[in-house]
């Protein structure tokens, strides 16, 4: 009630002059500022979802380099290392996406925004994924010459 109040006798004190602008800015600086929503992760998790996108960033142009450098060995049978690097690819991020989404976020434990957040991260997390899958599958198409 004290900013309504303030807000009262700020309106019934302003001369007739004073613009809607003038006044909006007026009510503006009596509104008390926005509390930060609290970060996504705390202690342990925090320190899990730094080191997996850590890991996962230097592996990811790790992967981009070995391609663009061709550098995969190829074994007696004939199969390429690069294969064992799609298969992570392909499946490693989407079971980091559904343990991070079950174990580590608690979306109870904060507000909308934190949601909001953590739905963007990862669905940005989600499009560098499948540009490096998609990445992967035109090399892969184009070095063994792959046909449907």
């Keep these: ?5 303030s807000a ?14 003038q006044m909006i800015t007026g009510l503006k600086a009596l509104t008390p500022p926005e509390k930060d929503p609290p970060p996504l ?3 342990w998790r925090r320190a ?3 080191a997996v996108t850590i890991i996962s960033g230097v592996a990811g142009v790790h992967t ?4 663009l450098q061709k550098g995969f060995a190829t074994n007696a049978d ?11 690819w392909m499946f490693a991020p989407p079971t980091w ?18 949601v909001a957040d953590f ?10 994924w499948a540009a490096l899958l998609a990445f992967m599958s035109v090399y892969a198409l184009l070095t063994w010459k792959i046909k449907f």
Excluded: C, H
Excluded at 101 to 106: E, K, R, T
Excluded at 119 to 124: D, E, G, H, R
């Design 1 to 5: 009630m004290k900013v309504r109040d």
């Design 8 to 21: 009262v006798k700020l309106l019934e004190s302003l001369p007739p002059e004073v613009t809607v602008a």
């Design 41 to 43: 992760y705390e202690g």
């Design 48 to 50: 899990v979802t730094l």
């Design 64 to 67: 981009i380099l070995k391609i």
């Design 78 to 88: 004939g199969l390429s290392t690069f294969f064992l690097y799609y298969a992570f």
């Design 97 to 114: 996406f559904f343990i991070e989404y079950v174990w580590l976020f608690d979306p109870l434990r904060g507000n909308a925004l934190r």
């Design 119 to 128: 739905t963007a991260s990862q669905s940005l997390a989600q499009r560098i």
